[in-house]
């Protein structure tokens, strides 16, 4: 019983953290250009395009 | 990496670029001295278009934001100063790619948004998914597990899965409220039900200390119906981008001149009748209109199919969408931009549209037949119970595990999966598919209808090189450059690059002069050199004091047009040949591809009769073809495909678009479209089976939640599996592709 009591909390605040960090990457248009993206790594280009 | 699909600029580019980018100005946003520009960039496809492009629109003075979206093409492109809008065009067109100016549509964001809500969702219910079958896992194998125990574990599975499936079936429970609004049954209908009711039994199993809760397949089943709404909604936002290039064309700019002789670059739709309009070399005609000044040639390919340009002067009145060839000419506008040829086309083209969406799909035949039926069953499972003396209670549990098990996840994922694996192998070779159910309409077609110009064959005109001296070529090239005449261009092209003649003069309707080599040198029509006109299309070369020589262009049919005809035939499809151009031009191209059933001199209108006839014939036309003349068949036929180089409403119009010179494209789609939908009869097949297995099962009441998880993930699994073996067929080398690359 008290592994639940520690366990549980625990399990909701590491799933509410991931599902929080995917809303932002959602939201910020992280999702938005895939193929831009892939193609943007490739570039020699230091600046933060 | 795996092959482009098309070439860097990409092939999807060739015909259309003839026209010279418009003046964007009227599609800057001006806002506190910032100022802002969308274009719509055509052909980037890598890497290095993407660098090229952001770099080069980045270098002009004051621009501070250039950044380029290559899953959509949209360049936004941002500055302060005075920068000339133009230049960016021209900095973009003189980079190889097409350029046009756009105003960002409101569907188009709200189409984005509706799909980041459904990605959502489905991140949600994937983490609901896996939270709760790890809470699940000890209740379907841990027989010693105590009561109490079970009971906590099943209510922090409840936590977890009411607000999971509360948020992430709100797109089914929207659509299937308004399905029953509508008093028609969709499939969203049975899941919204299986949904609420195997959370609701859950609820009541776990208050009541009973066997069984079904929180883990409430959330597994959203989780994977959202797989297939994902995936379906990614394709539908594909071909939504394929429209902003209708949106791009219609909303081109044109160059007004006003009362006191200004030129002002305006929005095409904003031309009035009456308007005095400027319609440089090399421009395209915003709208019908009357010519007051200048006499030129206007290249009509994309309005009539004919390959000869025809002379413009005075007086004559010229179609929306000629490209002017030589001279700057003066024109009045007759219509506004929304009564032009072009949205005389556009008009017909959404009348096409309205008769495709009455199509049925596979998907909605399948769910009428399902749905009915499948509430029949949960209702005899009930009524039956309780026949034989069950408890009410008992019953219920009956006809909602009935509910859950035959939720239609294999069915509902049948159709989008292989839509989705069949339009990536055809993407794969240069192909892009505009919609999902356009397979379906491609798979059933059974009488082909080709267009000529630019279709069956390449559009531009060829030098026939047979008895040509080299430095012949050589010096007439240099006349060549400096014109937009497309014998002229096909010349320039067959001498490769060179330098450009001095003093180079436009003789309109007649020709080019200029000093080559300190001579005067002459290239032209055969009065123009004072020769003898022969028959075909043929261009005159003459410097003082020589004889004129004549030069011989082909309007060439692709490599593989007759490959393809017999390669079409062999499927069992008929083929027939209809064309604007001249009767014997067309009975040329006919006999060289082997197609023994033609029609030339077609207007628009005779296209569009000729296939409306087809279909009242009952025959399941698939119309390929390019051209503004095109476009009204090509929406009004069953299916239809588009080459890369056709204007944009035709490409708009068309199911398909096929890039590179290869015509067996055409025959590629079909064989992929036939494909696909036998795998999706195949999917709907299994998933008819499955039923068959697991509905007897849920009737005896012997449905626990781990045989629910097993049936349910299994089913969807299956029907994975055999979409993707269309994705191994798919890999082979890409031919059309290759070659647009060289």
Known sequence: MNAFLLMLPAAFVLAAVGLAAFGWALRSGQFEDPKGDAARILGNDDRPG | ?742
């Open chain 2, 1 to 742: 990496m795996t092959a482009l699909p098309s070439g860097c600029p990409s092939a999807l580019s060739t015909a259309t670029e003839l026209a010279t980018p418009q003046d964007p100005a009227a599609f800057v946003v001006n806002r506190d001295g910032r100022q802002t520009l969308d274009v719509l960039v055509r052909g980037a496809s890598c890497a290095g278009c993407l660098a090229k492009i952001e770099k080069s629109v980045g270098a002009l003075p004051g621009v501070d934001v250039a950044r380029l979206n290559l899953s959509t093409g949209r360049l936004r492109v941002e500055w302060t100063g005075a920068l000339k809008p133009k230049l960016v065009v021209e900095t973009i067109a003189g980079l190889g790619y097409g350029a046009s100016a756009f105003e960002p549509a409101a569907a188009d964001s709200a189409g984005a948004k509706a799909e980041r809500k459904l990605f959502a969702a489905l991140v949600v219910a994937g983490v609901a998914t896996v939270g709760v079958m790890f809470l699940s896992e000890p209740l379907w194998f841990g027989s010693d597990l105590a009561d109490e125990t079970r009971t906590i574990l099943r209510w922090i599975s409840a936590l977890v899965a009411i607000p999971a499936a509360a948020f992430a079936g709100l797109p089914f429970y929207a659509s299937a409220f308004a399905s029953i609004r509508s008093r028609r049954l969709n499939m969203d209908v049975p899941i919204s039900l299986a949904v609420i009711l195997a959370l609701g039994l859950s609820v009541v199993e776990t208050i009541n200390n009973g066997r069984h809760a079904f929180f883990d397949a409430a959330v597994m089943l959203l989780f994977f119906l959202l797989i297939g709404r994902v995936l379906d909604a990614r394709l539908r936002r594909q071909a939504y981008s394929a429209a902003n290039a209708l949106a791009a064309m219609q909303t081109a700019s044109a160059t007004r001149l006003r009362a006191d002789g200004v030129a002002e670059a305006i929005k095409a739709s904003d031309v009035r009748a009456g308007d005095l309009l400027l319609i440089a070399a090399g421009e395209r005609l915003p709208v019908n209109a009357e010519v007051i000044s200048g006499t030129s040639e206007a290249d009509l390919r994309l309005v009539t199919g004919e390959v000869e340009p025809a002379p413009t002067f005075p007086g004559q009145v010229i179609h929306a969408g000629a490209i002017n060839l030589s001279v700057p000419l003066r024109v009045r506008a007759l219509a506004r931009a929304d009564q032009s040829l072009m949205a005389d086309v556009a008009r017909l083209l959404e009348a096409g549209e309205q008769k495709k969406s009455a199509y049925r799909k596979l998907a909605d035949k399948a769910a009428e037949i399902y749905v009915p039926q499948v509430h029949a069953m949960a209702a005899l499972g009930f009524v039956g119970w309780l026949v034989f003396g069950a408890t009410t209670a008992q019953a219920a549990f009956v006809a909602i595990t009935v509910l859950i098990i035959t939720c239609p996840c294999a069915l509902a994922l049948a159709a989008p999966l292989v839509q989705v694996v069949a339009a990536g192998a055809l993407f794969r070779r240069g192909i892009y598919l505009s919609s999902g159910d356009a397979l379906e309409r491609l798979a059933t077609v059974d009488h082909v209808v080709f267009d000529k110009t630019g279709t069956l064959t390449l559009g531009d005109p060829v030098l026939r090189r047979e008895g040509l001296d080299a430095s012949i070529l050589k010096d007439a090239a240099r006349l060549a450059r400096a014109s937009h005449h497309p014998f002229s261009r096909a010349l320039a092209r067959a001498a490769g690059m060179g330098p450009v003649a001095d003093k180079v003069k436009e003789h309109p309707g007649q020709g080019v002069s200029g000093l080559v080599d300190g001579r005067m040198a002459r290239l032209g029509s055969a009065s123009f050199v004072g020769a003898v006109r022969g028959a075909g299309s043929e261009l005159w070369y003459a410097v003082d004091g020589e004889a004129p020589v004549v030069m011989h262009f082909d309007d060439a049919i692709r490599v593989d047009a007759g490959e393809t005809v017999a390669r079409l035939k062999r499927m069992g499809l008929s083929v027939e040949l209809l064309s604007g151009d001249s009767s014997g031009r067309v009975a040329q191209a006919a006999n060289a591809a082997g197609i023994s059933d033609w029609r030339g001199e077609a207007t628009p209108v005779s296209k569009a009769e000729r296939l409306a006839a087809l279909q009242a014939a009952g025959r399941k036309v698939l119309m390929v073809g390019d051209g503004l003349n095109d476009a009204a068949a090509l929406a009004g036929a069953h299916a239809s495909i588009a080459p890369g180089g056709a204007v944009d409403v035709s490409r708009l119009a068309s199911d398909c678009v096929f890039s590179g010179d290869s015509l067996s494209a055409v025959a590629d789609i079909i064989e992929v479209a036939r494909n696909a939908r036998r795998r999706m009869r195949e999917n709907f097949a299994l998933a008819a089976v499955y039923n068959l297995l697991a509905v007897p099962v849920a009737l005896a009441g012997w449905v626990t939640p781990l045989i629910a998880a097993v049936a349910m993930s299994g089913s969807s699994a299956v029907v994975t599996l055999n979409a993707l073996r269309l994705a191994g067929r798919g890999r082979a080398p890409v031919k059309a592709s290759v070659e647009s690359l060289g």
